[in-house]
């Protein structure tokens, strides 16, 4: 190994950033991959799809954050390949040769085989499938107007939400402010009664990962803003025209969202990688592969477990396990051994719409207007850019002040209609046997 090793980095989220980032000013050359040259805040993605925000908002170039860094790269690519053994990485492009991998390259949606769910559900993963879905949400609210057929234009004003998750609950309640808010003023000939959000659980209650009261307050927000919840509810197919329930009941909508579940990015096991059931690559205590020491996997593809339990597919296990494997690579360069990752819990903030948010943290449980500004203020800290920070906060008070959304835009898509479709090629080797929401 010569005096300034190779670390490189596939993908530029929360995982890969910040192993860059706690590499920089090091001896290491470290080079980031990623597809896109922009890092996206995926917490407020459902903003974007919700009209709330502009996509510019939560994306924030690569190269300015690695700007002052001057031994961290970036290489637009997108990664096709590892070969573990030549300790190479073949991309679109060029090969690249490295001394230590870190592979952070997310998780896709998971569909659990639902039948017509990956061709016709709307995804939430990428900044694309924020445009893609507002998009959508508009030109059916446009196409509505138009629609002399009861059943037909009904069908045009329903969403349906699957997953009663952090995801799936913010997005309701922000679409179901959308709705009730500015889109009464922009489609006064419409009636607005006709309109239905729907959201559909597998589970008994919302946000089942916290404390019951803080979930009842989640289910009550919903229901008075007008969101029809279906709890214990399995969904069977999904259709261009409507979305079945187990039970048999179907709800005729050209909208369905799906947010019940997220696997790792299928390509780790295209590779051979060894994979837990959710896709995630099983790791060491110190993030290492076993086979291959000089990699680590980070973030929402790494399996690893924290009480016996499988750590959540969340950003502060990303960032934290980024962290953790540049410092365990430099401790390695510099003739030490590596050291276990220990996550350190920050609690879990989830926002119903204005005023209402729930925060469950360090056993504290907390809901309503308090919980709202601590998440608005987590949020607004988090997000990368003074500029970023700036425009989402002058948004988030026209919105509370004059209950309007910004960014009311159908955009152009360079992909078109194909992202679904592109999605479920990806995820074309799911199982089929799980229960779904
Ligand atoms: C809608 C939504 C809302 C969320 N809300 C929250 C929240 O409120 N709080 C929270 O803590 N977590 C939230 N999460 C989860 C959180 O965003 C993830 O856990 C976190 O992003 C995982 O980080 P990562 O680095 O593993 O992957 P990502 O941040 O997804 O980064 C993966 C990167 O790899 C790149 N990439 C992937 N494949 C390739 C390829 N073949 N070639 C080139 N580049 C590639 C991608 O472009 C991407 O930049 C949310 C996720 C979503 C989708």
């Known amino acids: 190994m010569h ?15 910040w192993a860059a980032r706690s590499m ?32 510019e908002d939560i994306v924030y170039p690569v190269r ?24 190479t990485v073949a991309t679109n492009g060029q090969a690249i040769a490295y001394d230590y991998l870190i592979l952070a390259m997310g998780s896709v949606t998971h569909f659990f085989g639902v039948p017509g769910a990956a061709q016709h559900a709307f995804n939430l993963k990428t900044l694309e499938q924020g445009i893609d879905l507002r998009n959508q949400i508009l030109s059916c609210f446009e196409r509505a107007l138009h629609e002399r057929n009861r059943e037909c234009r009904r069908r045009l004003l329903t969403v349906a939400i699957v997953g ?109 990688l060894p994979t837990s059931g959710g896709g995630r690559v099983q790791v060491l205590p110190t993030l290492q592969l076993a086979d291959h020491p000089e990699v680590y996997i980070v ?11 499988p750590l959540p597919m969340i950003a502060p296990v ?6 953790t494997a540049a410092r365990n690579i430099l401790r390695h360069m510099n003739g030490g051994n590596p050291l276990p990752f220990h996550y350190s819990d920050r609690g879990t903030m989830v926002t119903i719409g204005r005023n209402a948010a729930v925060v469950n943290f360090a056993g504290c449980a907390v809901s309503g207007f308090a919980a709202w500004v601590v998440w608005l203020s987590v949020h607004l800290a988090k997000l990368i850019g003074f500029r970023n920070r700036l425009l989402v906060l002058i948004n988030w008070a026209w919105d509370y002040l004059f209950y309007e959304r910004a960014v009311r835009l159908i955009l152009p898509l360079r992909t078109g209609g194909d992202l679904r479709q592109r999605e479920s090629n990806s995820t074309s080797t799911e199982d089929s046997g799980d229960s779904a929401a």
């Not at 300015?64 to 300790?87: E, G, M, W, Y």
């Not at 973030?299 to 339990?309: K, P, Q, S």
């Open 3 to 17: 005096n300034h090793p190779r670390v490189v980095i596939l993908g530029a989220g929360f995982g890969g950033l």
């Open 64 to 87: 300015s954050i690695l700007r002052k860094l001057p031994n961290v790269q970036f290489c637009l690519a997108d990664i096709h390949r590892v070969d573990f053994s030549s300790t």
């Open 164 to 272: 009663g998750g952090p995801t799936g609950v913010e997005f309701t309640g922000a679409l179901a402010e959308l709705v009730r808010g500015p889109m009464v003023k922009d489609f006064r000939q419409l009636d607005l009664r006709e309109v239905r959000v729907v959201l559909l659980e597998a589970s008994q209650t919302l946000l089942s990962g916290l404390p019951r009261k803080l979930s009842a307050y989640a289910q009550d927000r919903l229901h008075r803003m007008g969101v029809e919840l279906h709890l214990g509810t399995t969904v069977s197919e999904v259709t261009r025209l409507f979305v079945k329930l187990k039970d048999g009941t179907v709800i005729p909508t050209e909208t369905v969202i799906w947010t019940a579940g997220v696997r790792g990015d299928p390509m780790a096991e295209f590779w051979g």
């Open 318 to 323: 990303a960032m934290q396990q980024g962290t």
């Open 299 to 309: 973030g929402d593809l790494a399996h690893g477990e924290t009480n016996g339990r």
């Open 24 to 55: 920089a000013h090091t001896r290491a050359e470290v080079m980031l991959l990623d597809r896109n040259n922009y890092h996206t805040f995926l917490p407020l993605l459902y903003q974007v799809a919700a009209a709330e925000l502009s996509p």
